[in-house]
């Protein structure tokens, strides 16, 4: 399970360094073998170990390509999906056309997602995570049920 926030700077190639405390796992899941794509929904990067994304690849191509939400996912999921490999020492290249997408130049957050991490450009996590945490209290008649009694 991946999970916390670390604050990573991008070299000027575009390489940042994975935490120390993700790279073992990592290496252990998929001998450093990641996939990174854009998020569809935000402005971020999403990076999934490789034996994660398969199963995510599998789901994307079983979808109706018929249906027009379905096709835009796929093309936009699938489209970016890059294969990197973690170097010798923990770093992941990522491509140019990614960065621009999530905006991202110097300093990066990276956020664990469980089963995956979210890479942000570091104003927009801090100008997210404030509208975030003021929009919370509003947003308390559209959780879904069971988050409703979920006890923190």
């Given at each position: ?57 599998q ?13 835009r ?30 905006g ?49």
């Open positions: 399970m991946f999970r916390g926030i670390n604050t990573l700077k991008l070299d000027p190639k575009g390489r940042m360094v994975m935490p120390t405390r993700y790279r073992e796992l990592l290496q252990q899941q998929t001998e450093g073998q990641v996939v990174v794509t854009i998020d569809t929904e935000a402005t971020c990067l999403l990076l999934y170990p490789l034996s994660e994304w398969v199963v995510i690849e789901k994307l191509a079983q979808l109706p390509s018929f249906n027009s939400a379905a096709r996912i796929q093309r936009l999921l699938l489209g970016h999906a890059t294969e990197i490999e973690m170097d010798m020492n923990g770093r992941v290249l990522l491509p140019p056309p990614l960065r621009d997408y999530a991202l130049h110097k300093q990066a957050v990276l956020i664990g997602q469980g089963k995956k991490f979210e890479i942000w450009d570091e104003q927009q996590w801090n100008a997210g995570r404030e509208r975030w945490l003021k929009d919370s209290a509003e947003d308390l008649d559209a959780l879904p049920d069971d988050l409703k009694l979920l006890s923190l």
